[in-house]
Each structure stands twice: as structure tokens, then as C-alpha cells.
T-cell receptor, first 119, second 111 residues
């Protein structure tokens, strides 16, 4: 079983709905990430939180709103999404890298993902 | 221009053969390189990491890194049907807590 837990596993929502994706880890990691993955494409980075502060936003539209309430939790709030936002949303965690370089001690661990369908 | 490039495949090998997966990257100062395996509909799973030039072996897997050529590869010996998956190459591009993924290579191991 993965040590990064994502809920829900599947979500279907309309374009006017407001929903949230949740991610939880208890590995003591202080960096958490949201990735978006379309079918047959690699994961694309959306947001990075380091020590509960947003450190990277990869020019993601404002209809996606991340939140990191504490060191174990990461949310992604969804509002007014478009059908093209349908994808697998992956949460990941690691230890932060002071130098920006990942080493063996702080590789990314992914959750199982939340598959989102926007109608 | 893509920063991390992989042949999308599919790469088809018979059971028991060696599968060779390749990846090139554009950022010369990249320092950390990873191979993730992703089964269809599942999340990526780390299988190998490599940081220094040369080979690194772990069971049936060997990662090879050549920083001068900006090339990293993954060899899978004695390939099994259960190895059939998409293999993602990921590179740490020194931009701060970021990994850039290649497009992935789909591997098919035929019994």
C-alpha cells in the first residue's frame, strides 16, 4: 500500500460544481506536490509546497486552488473546471531539498491518484 | 524543445530477454536521475535512482548514466510479463524541488 493516501479515487463533477481532492502522508515529509497526468502523457507539475508554504506554481489556472493546512495534508480545491481538466491528479511527497537537488534520501513518493472527470 | 526525451515505444521483447530503455535530457547541470514504472491506471513507482556516471545495479535492473552525453538508460534483465508497463525517466533540473518527466516508454514483455 502506498504511504501517500489520496481521496477520492474517482470524482465526476459538472463545470459549475465545487469539489476538493485530498492528500495525506505520515512519512514526515515537508514537501508536497500536485501533478496532473493526461492519458498516455507524463505527469505535469502543478504546485509544490515546501514547509507548508507554496513554493512553485507552474502557471496553473485559478480554477485550481491548492491548500496545505498542515505538514501532513494537501488539498486541491476545484471550481468551474472545464472538460479538458479531466485527468489523473497525483499527489506526491518528499523531504525538501535545500539545494533543489533530490538525493536518495528525498525521492518523490506518489499517491495512487484521483481520477477526475469533468462533464 | 522537450527537456527529457524518451522513445514512446512500444518496445516489445520476449520473456527472458534484456529490455533496454533510453532517455536523453537537455539540462547539463542536472544531477539526479530516476526511473519510475507506471502500470496502466496506476501511479508512478520509483524503481531506480542514479546520481553518478556509470552503472548502478539493483536486482534485475541496471541504470546507466553518462553526463557528458546527457544520457541515462535502464536495463531490465530476464524480462517478465509483469514488467510490462510504461517506464518514465525523471530528471531533477535544479530548479528547486522539481522533477521533469520524459514522455515514457511503453514496454511489452511477451510470454
Amino acid at each position: 500500500d502506498t504511504e501517500v493516501t489520496q481521496t477520492p479515487k474517482h470524482l465526476v463533477m459538472g463545470m459549475t460544481n465545487k469539489k476538493s481532492l485530498k492528500c495525506e502522508q505520515h512519512m514526515g515529509h515537508r514537501a508536497m506536490y500536485w501533478y496532473k497526468q493526461k492519458a498516455k502523457k507524463p505527469p505535469e507539475l502543478m504546485f509544490v509546497y515546501s514547509y507548508e508554504k507554496l513554493s512553485i506554481n507552474e502557471s496553473v489556472p485559478s480554477r485550481f486552488s491548492p491548500e496545505c493546512p498542515n505538514s501532513s495534508l494537501l488539498n486541491l480545491h476545484l471550481h468551474a473546471l472545464q472538460p479538458e481538466d479531466s485527468a489523473l491528479y497525483l499527489c506526491a511527497s518528499s523531504q525538501p531539498t535545500g539545494t533543489g537537488v533530490f538525493t536518495g534520501a528525498n525521492v518523490l513518493t506518489f499517491g495512487a491518484g484521483s481520477r477526475l472527470t469533468v462533464l | 524543445q522537450k527537456e527529457v526525451e524518451q522513445n514512446s515505444g512500444p518496445l516489445s521483447v520476449p520473456e527472458g530477454a534484456i529490455a533496454s530503455l533510453n532517455c536523453t535530457y537537455s539540462d547539463r547541470v542536472s544531477q539526479s536521475f530516476f526511473w519510475y514504472r507506471q502500470y496502466s491506471g496506476k501511479s508512478p513507482e520509483l524503481i531506480m535512482s542514479i546520481y553518478s556516471n556509470g552503472d548502478k545495479e539493483d536486482g534485475r535492473f541496471t541504470a546507466q548514466l553518462n553526463k557528458a552525453s546527457q544520457y541515462v538508460s535502464l536495463l531490465i534483465r530476464d524480462s517478465q510479463p509483469s514488467d510490462s508497463a510504461t517506464y518514465l525517466c525523471a530528471v531533477n533540473n535544479n530548479a528547486g524541488n522539481m522533477l521533469t518527466f520524459g514522455g515514457g516508454t511503453r514496454l511489452m514483455v511477451k510470454p
